[in-house]
């Protein structure tokens, strides 16, 4: 029938009155707006409520909805022992739209009490999921729940699986409200989740001037090194929400925000006035393909020739035929120049393969060592496999050659570690071993700034625990991007 209306809100468990208890009178302003979100959707009186958390199960390659039997949920995690929640899930819904993503090629996944099993995953409710249905709760029940998560993938590709979810919608007797669950930077003071940023406190203005200019798509728009840095968990959930909004005419009004723990708390909502020709979505799209246009023209011609031997695999499905002459490679038929390719043939050397689309991790595929007879023919290997072999993503596809960012890391040869104070993870990469299992994790990573982080992710990559490993080597990277 329709979509009704969509809300930004927060989730933190220390708004609840038995979690928050001292500490509430600090978010006073947060809790007053979302008492008025629950009596805004009581007045709605939808059928249907979409959650969209950032604390479920997340995949690379789909957006999860939960199909699990029930609804049901708790705060144990966070020492609160008699507050038990159970909703109603909207089995109709679920089993409709699982036909209609199907029949659309939708990026969706409808996961059972088998499969949360399977991917470790609780099957209880998260409190992204709990804490905006513990206020709405209070004022309206008569609805029924669809809760979701989403897949770490462009915002643009998320805005697109917004769109199919919103014309399923449009074809229900349903009306719906769709809550984005998510908190705002967690960078904002040094107490708080992540040390101090600039760029926190720059991502929250930024995401209340857009919302008090009625100008919702803008913050998309954000560098991504600033997004990145504020540390926030909320915007792919929001651009799920605002995929489902794209052509429509918005009222955007911000009821509150403030930061008293080092975290941004936001509640906003977007009201729907009436269909708009302005395709938001695609506007959005322009934009990324520019400013990724930019990008490559500073790009290094080794990353250049990387590039390309992913747009001929990608397009014909065949490993690109290589072959180099002095300062020019060809690629099939195409032609990429370098002083630096000459040297290179003469190297062999391991190598990784990274690709992402506006921030977002879409491939990577490496070498420790080499095992090709130089590195030229080392990258484009793995260049090939990075584009289609990683199986924690689908192949890359021709509509997103334009938006894929390569970069390119050669390794130097592996040395032991004798002491632990050798290791710095912006300077270093490192391999773990345990027995014939190993795990490898790249230097200058963001978000990993300590060895104990380092260590930790890549004997988990080795499926071994820190305590299990039995030796540590280190090396340095040439990178290029």
Do not use: W
Not at 21 to 40: F, G, I
Not at 230 to 243: F, S
Not at 392 to 419: M, Q
């Amino acid at each position: 029938m329709a979509l009704l209306k969509g809300y930004l809100m927060p989730h933190a468990p220390a708004f609840i009155d038995s979690i928050g208890e001292d500490q509430l009178h600090q978010v006073s302003s947060t809790r007053s707006a979302m008492y008025k979100v629950a009596e805004e959707i009581a007045q709605l009186r939808p059928d249907v409520i979409i959650v969209i958390s950032p604390h479920g199960p997340i995949f690379s390659d789909a957006i999860a909805i939960y199909d699990q039997n029930t609804y049901f949920g708790n705060f144990k995690a966070f020492g609160e022992y008699n507050l038990n929640y159970h909703f109603e899930k909207d089995t109709t819904f679920i089993n409709s739209f699982k036909a209609f993503n199907k029949s659309e090629q939708g990026d969706f996944y409808c996961l059972n009490e088998r499969q949360f099993k399977e991917f470790n995953t609780p099957e209880a409710l998260d409190h992204g999921v709990l804490v905006p249905l513990h206020f709405i709760s209070q004022r309206y029940n008569d609805f029924k729940l669809v809760a979701m998560s989403y897949g770490t993938f462009s915002y643009y590709r998320l805005m697109k699986n917004g769109e199919l979810l919103s014309d399923f919608i449009s074809q229900t007797n349903k009306r719906v409200v769709v809550i984005a669950s998510g908190d705002m930077s967690h960078a904002l003071k040094d107490s708080g989740p992540y040390a101090f940023h600039e760029d926190g406190r720059k991502f929250d203005q930024e995401m209340q001037k857009q919302l008090q200019a009625n100008k919702p798509y803008e913050v998309f728009k954000l560098p991504r090194d600033i997004i990145e840095n504020a540390k926030e968990c909320g915007l792919r959930a929001y651009a799920l929400l605002m995929g489902m909004l794209n052509l429509y005419k918005l009222n955007t009004v911000m009821y509150s925000y403030e930061a008293p723990f080092g975290v941004g708390y936001l509640v906003a909502s977007l009201e729907i006035l009436n269909e708009s020709k302005v395709d938001e979505v695609e506007r959005l799209s322009e934009f990324y393909k520019q400013r990724h246009a930019e990008l490559r023209k500073n790009e290094d011609d080794l990353v250049t020739f990387t590039r390309r031997v992913i747009e001929a695999y990608t397009i014909t499905g065949k490993r690109p035929i290589v072959s180099f002459k002095d300062d020019r490679i060809t690629i099939n038929d195409l032609v990429v120049r370098s002083n630096r390719f000459k040297q290179m043939s003469q190297i062999e050397r391991g190598c990784f393969v990274s690709l992402n689309i506006e921030g977002s991790l879409r491939g990577c595929i490496g070498t420790i060592a080499a095992t090709e007879q130089n590195v030229i023919y080392e990258i484009a290997k793995n260049a090939v496999s990075a584009c289609s072999k990683d199986s924690r993503f689908s192949p890359v596809t021709i509509d997103e050659l334009d938006s894929i960012e390569v970069k390119v890391d050669i390794l130097s040869e592996l040395n032991p570690v004798l002491n632990i104070n050798q290791l710095n993870p912006r300077s270093y990469g490192i391999v773990v071993r345990k027995g014939y299992m190993q795990g490898l994790l790249l230097p200058n990573l963001d978000g990993i700034n300590t060895v104990e982080q380092q260590l930790e992710i890549a004997s988990s990559k080795g499926g071994f625990t820190v305590d299990e490993i039995e030796e540590i080597l280190y090396f340095s990277v040439d990178r290029y991007q």
